[in-house]
């Protein structure tokens, strides 16, 4: 496909590193030069400065025979205006990254009357992500397919864990439960595992089952699944409003911690059931007065890194709280796994990848479509649904008869109400979704997971 990028950011250049890497053709806008130009040289791009809202800019850089426009600037209206001036220049698919809460609740309305193929946020998704934790708390990383029948969480296995030394293929045997692992990390080693390969404590392991089949192998595996109760969010963002509200619908009561008196205030009017705290939550006083030991969920959320990895590593030490980290920078990623930070969440890699499950699912598929897309242990696993059409080749072939690719594993099928754990007999039928759990990126076609495409 050939892309534009409006906007050279955090998630700008992610995209374009994501989408090159995967054979589109990119070009980049913006106006900064110097910006530019390192990351078109980075990502070995083409890119345009100027205006991305501009007619002529836009027709320099091809909109007329664009596939995708995606407008990831700064501004909330310069995104949609650009999108209404590609739609009209060229015609083509829009993507806008829109943050205001006010636009946000409109997004229906946007989306019909400028012609958006998709609005996202990028605050509402890291706190869609984190709210996600609640179901799963002593889970790292927690996400669902087919709307939250199938989970896919990450976990690590405790020490002194009966799964220590437990080969795969004896783990429904030895728990009693319908799972699969089906990615497992080992200091700098990933491996998708066979039934033969032996699980270690302290391995993070990528598990696919139902809710209440994960539930049944956490508790035989001697990991607990505690209620959260009381949560604590240290900074008043974006963020801490949507993950706040989420938290509130489910029951649980929620303290926010902000120094701005003025977004306390604002916050007040609109979580009027969150108890607003006037502070800055990086003092120990503060924490320890407005009850840090006594929380069962506690976020990280100020605009620095440092502060809120420091947090984190208190919140640690002096609770049980299940432990949520927003990190916006990757250049000590390796350093920040080894710090044990419980659930470390990458707003931009979330919006980066968001993008990109769109447009896998619009690429041009013979018989099958990815629903679903996750990048899971450090965005070096892809796990993807694909949903299988008639016009599918591979329907009515056994998984025996077919040659997989290494490195791959059909995670489960599902199929009406049952979630299939498929074994070399089973075929996929008209309708099904499949699971796929793969080191190779790039896959857009269910055929992809064969040797021979």
Known sequence: MKII?????KVGSSLAEQLNQEGHEITLIDRNQQILERVSTSCDVMGIVGDGVSYYIQME??????DLLIAVTDSDEKNLLCCLMAKKAGDCKTIARVRNPIYYKEMRYLREELG?????????????????????????KVDTFAKERVELLQVRIPIGSSLHQCAVMDISKKTGSDILVCAVERKEEIVIPDGSFVLQENDNISVIGSYHQVNHF????????????????IGGSRIAYYLAEMLLESGIKVCIIEKEKSRCEELSELLPKAVIIEGD????EMLEEEGIGQMDFFASLTNLDEENIMLALYAKRYSNAKIVTKVNHLRFEEVIDDLNLGSV?????LTANTILQYVRAKQNSYGSNVETLYKIINNKVEALAFRIYDNCPIIGRTFEEMQLKS???IGCIIRDEAIIFPRGQDVMKVGDVVIVVTTHTGLDDIQDILKER
């Open 281 to 284: 939550g990086t003092e120990k």
């Open 218 to 233: 956490f508790s035989k595996i001697g990991i607990q699944v505690p209620k959260v109760k009381k949560a604590m969010l």
């Open 345 to 349: 969440v990458y707003p931009k890699y």
């Open 5 to 9: 990028i409006v906007g050279c950011g």
């Open 116 to 140: 958006l193929s998709m609005i996202i946020n990028p605050e509402k998704t890291a706190a869609q992500e984190m709210a996600k934790l609640i179901r799963f708390p002593s889970a790292i």
């Open 407 to 409: 490195n791959l594993l």
């Open 61 to 66: 850089a091809g909109i007329r025979d664009t």
